[in-house]
């Protein structure tokens, strides 16, 4: 399995992600653009230019018309997907973390960090078709506890809204009066990345805790925990196989100390149901911060704090063999 490494990214990566067909790849990374690639073969199509941040999440619509992205220089923005053309920004006035679009792209969720006194907050704004008549207006705001939100979804019918957050908690909201309905501490630590299945029942939170869980979305009921003996950044499902994958290493300002090998920077994959490593996938030279499955499940991508992207095509292999 040899690797594409993708080279657009000056600065530690943050978040990729495939469009549904998953022809296209988004990268975003601490640098001001993010870019846009073949996943097939690597090429890079283009950048986004116009964001004055580190860009910390983005989401692709159904029809990869339109990629959104969230940054830390406090807008939220819309682009047009093939050209990189900026259609509409929503300003805030604080630093935007994550971006989801609900199902039927009608409504958008993104999230803003604790500012100068300012809590963390989710809002959700009306997305029109005719980007001339959106309203930067959000049509609900509302307080998270203290601690950053890493990342939102929608569940239910966008009945509710999925967070998780800094203290190892996950939480339920109502998307229409902003109420809490549920609570759960999954993790001790940090949840860095949470991603859901492919029918969106269940979902993989990777944390500072060393580990990742597999969780019940609707009820939060941990499923499975992977144990790493790392810091977890990122997780994924495999939408074909029963495997998750896992990235991470040690802490990115102690990377100068040690070998590459002592500092556990492989993408690692793991049976979804018996827990038990199979195999890791070597190359990046620092903690991998994001992982993400081909919608196909035949390749996946890792984005790592050394400003790389690897793009690896399963070898025949890996569908053939019993690793269990």
């Avoid at 977890?232 to 196989?241: K, T």
């Avoid at 903690?287 to 070898?315: L, Q």
Wanted: aromatic share 10%.
């Amino acid at each position: 399995m040899r690797p594409y490494l993708l080279k657009g990214h000056e600065r530690p990566l943050t978040q990729v992600k495939y469009n549904r067909e998953g022809d296209l790849l988004v990268t975003c990374a601490k640098n001001l653009q993010p870019c846009l690639w073949w996943s097939e073969t690597g090429q890079r199509i283009g950048t986004y230019e116009g964001h004055n941040g580190a860009v910390w999440s983005c989401d692709v619509t159904v029809d990869s018309d339109r990629l959104i992205t969230a940054s830390a220089d406090q807008t939220v923005r819309i682009w047009q997907l093939n050209t990189g053309k900026e259609l509409f920004q929503f300003k805030q006035g604080e630093p935007c973390r994550s971006v989801k679009l609900s199902i039927g792209e009608s409504l958008m969720a993104f999230t803003t960090d604790a500012f100068m006194g300012t809590p963390p907050m989710v809002h959700i704004v009306k997305l029109e078709e005719d980007v001339t008549q959106q309203s930067s207006k959000s049509i609900l705001s509302f307080e998270a506890p203290k601690g950053r939100i890493t990342r939102v979804f929608w569940s239910e019918m966008n009945r509710v809204l999925v967070t998780s957050h800094d203290g190892g908690f996950m939480r339920k909201w109502d998307s229409e009066t902003g109420k809490m309905l549920h609570e759960v501490q999954v993790h001790e630590d940090a949840i860095q990345d949470l991603q859901l299945s492919a029918d969106g029942s269940y979902g993989i939170s990777a944390s500072l805790d060393k580990t990742a869980k597999l969780v019940d979305i609707e009820t939060f009921e941990v499923l499975k925990t992977y144990r790493t003996g790392r810091f977890v950044q990122s997780a994924a499902i495999s939408p074909i196989m029963d495997h998750v994958v896992l990235g991470g290493g040690q802490d990115a300002s102690q990377v100068t100390t040690t070998a590459a090998k002592a500092g556990g920077f492989e993408a690692r994959f793991y049976h979804k149901i018996y827990a038990e490593e199979f195999g890791n996938v070597r190359g990046h030279f620092g903690p991998i911060n994001t992982v993400a499955f081909h919608p196909d499940g035949r390749s996946f991508t890792t984005g790592g704090e050394d400003g790389y992207v690897r793009i690896h095509h399963f070898d025949m292999d890996y569908f053939t063999a019993k690793f269990f």
